[in-house]
DNA sequence: CATGAATGAGTCTTCATTCAT
DNA sequence: TATGAATGAAGACTCATTCAT
């Protein structure tokens, strides 16, 4: 499973040359994940997988390059971890679901500090964004709890709970806010919560 | 509201200075929504905002610091605009979540620029970062129109469905996965998919 | 007499500005005459001057618009002075010419280092073209002295005239050959020749 | 007519090596041509001539041994094609000049890419180079017009004869200004210019 | 002879930050 | 407060050359 496409014409054409990329490849993972892209330096990333700095070149066209390679093996990486779980398993569609996400959970985990390039945001702004989302999870925890002190819940609110709906308002934010501003808010709101209240709710 | 706490010790004494202030922050929003963090430089804020660029440091300790006032800044309005939306609204606590996410989403809308630099990754991942949740959603909506197609659903499946759960994926994903890493994937996973079945499936 | 437009955007400001790129482009001015451009680095040049090597970039955008700069005054300064040679002087306007060489041969010898810049071929070719040169001039010497030995000239053969009649022929080449294809180059040669002709043979 | 002279000790000992730096040399007259020395790269020049980057070595000592040979080649080539133009031509020693002129800028005109690295100064310098000497022509040009105009001129003026003087000028500038500069700039400017005078003025 | 991986010094350029005026 | 010049560490990338296979 190579992180780079056999077409590249920079792919090693020696096995020494195989052994020096994937020796690159993996320094690379492990810069990243630490220091985040913009922090993490060809010359460390050399250093780390003990080659010259030239031959980084030899093997990728540019620090860029490099961790679109990455972003993209990893993608796959999920894709094929997940995929088995779904197929076959002799459960309803929806309900197959349920060990996609366990396996999804469990390549995250493995992959931590990786997975953190994708998916957390500017590495600056990592204290600032942990503060802002444990806030909004807490927030709806505390709603949440309301909810079930009341009797209006039909399953025990666990802080899942809170980080679900999070999360399902943050990337409907992204889609439908940032990238695609045409549909109307109201309408993607009420979808969304008529799912969480179909889900949680009693009666 | 100033996005400074007043307990600052660089906040400005006269009213020039305010201006001053607020001038740069308004011309970092841009910049940074532009091109984000690490890419905006102190030379270009300052210029957009005609200030001499030894003053940026009259009234912020770095950029850095302009930054986490920059998202702090947002994280209060953020929470201002909601708020107002769920209180006293007449609705059940959960359903009153509704008219939250209504406003969420339209301040995001209103804040598309600056938005995206706190919720999405690094700049330079954007596009792989672009086709590996589209890629995920479009899986999803596929299997949910699969078991609409078999009967399965309560309510019409809508693309709305398929982010919100990846949203949902992806956040139990960061909080589970990479921030903590102690509670088990199996029990997260049922929890989740659980919601998502009862929100979505029939009965 | 600045290099630099004083519409450029990176123009100083200050006195002590303007006495900081002076001295950069003295550096250069020396740097580029002892060693080409190519072989000239921008650190050598700021240490020359005895300045910082960020300061460069605060005079100049690049190493190239340096040294267009240079070229640009160096050009202004040759006219500059080879013009009132020209003007006023009494004499016929093609003898009027004599001084103004004398003029130009004059600067040249001043700016001896850094005027090999602009006209000799790339440094690394300057041993190789100095032997083509000196080759040819001496070809055409012997011939001239050829036909001087044969008394069929009407003035003393020198060897100014052998580099005279190289540096015509190297010229049209450039012009008529390289820039411009054209032209008749029998033509060419016989207007260029016939003026030789007349200019040193016997009538 | 090799490029190199056969005592080179890395001159080719088979077939087969002669035709591969045969390759070597055509490809390098090419990417010179288009990029000027510096910019032209070994790498580029073995994969234009298909042939492995270590191979270089081989046949050349450096990547400069290459480009003198170059030169070298160029230059043999020039003379052995004037040469045969002056000779036995039945013509008067001066009157010989111009069919070998005619020779000189046909050769010229075939080789162009290839003769500017010899004759043009540094590629960066092109453009201003351009403006300065097609200024400089200009300016001579309007002055013989001038002159004709006057009716002090024996021959219809051309640019031919503008180009011409210029050469003429910066030559002698190259020679007694930057070579040598221990002859008087007057007199080398009086014979000159006397040539000229005699060559286009009426008697 | 051919190959192509490895090397690392060297280059230009950027930019946050300091400081004298 | 405002200004803008000065700083220099740091970074990405290039490329001639060597050398093991």
């Avoid at 490849?25 to 913009?38: I, M, R």
């Avoid at 961790?67 to 197959?96: H, M």
Wanted: proline share 3%; hydrophobic share 45%; charged share 25%.
């Amino acid at each position: 499973m190579s992180a780079i496409s056999p077409a590249d014409p920079r792919s090693p054409r020696t096995e020494r040359g195989r052994r020096t990329q994937r020796a690159l490849l993996d320094a690379a993972a492990a810069e990243f994940g630490e220091k985040g892209f913009h922090d993490s330096s060809v010359v460390s990333i050399t250093s780390r997988a003990g080659v010259a700095l030239g031959s980084f070149y030899t093997y990728f066209e540019s620090k860029d390059a490099l961790f679109r390679a990455l972003v993209e093996d990893l993608s796959n990486r999920v894709r094929d971890q997940v995929a088995p779980a779904v197929e076959n398993n002799g459960l309803g569609v929806i309900a197959a679901e349920q060990p996609a996400l366990s396996a999804f959970l469990g390549f995250v985990r493995e992959h931590k500090e990786l997975y953190r390039i994708i998916d957390e945001a500017e590495f600056v702004a990592n204290d600032a964004w942990r503060t802002h989302y444990f806030g909004g999870a807490a927030r709806i925890l505390g709603r949440l709890k309301l909810a079930e002190a009341a009797g209006d819940t039909s399953v025990p609110i666990d802080e899942v709970h809170a980080w679900a709906v999070m999360g399902m308002n943050v990337f409907l934010g992204l889609r439908f806010g940032v990238m695609d501003a045409d549909r109307s808010v109201d309408d993607v709101a009420e979808i969304a919560n008529a799912m969480v209240r179909r889900g949680i709710a009693r009666g």
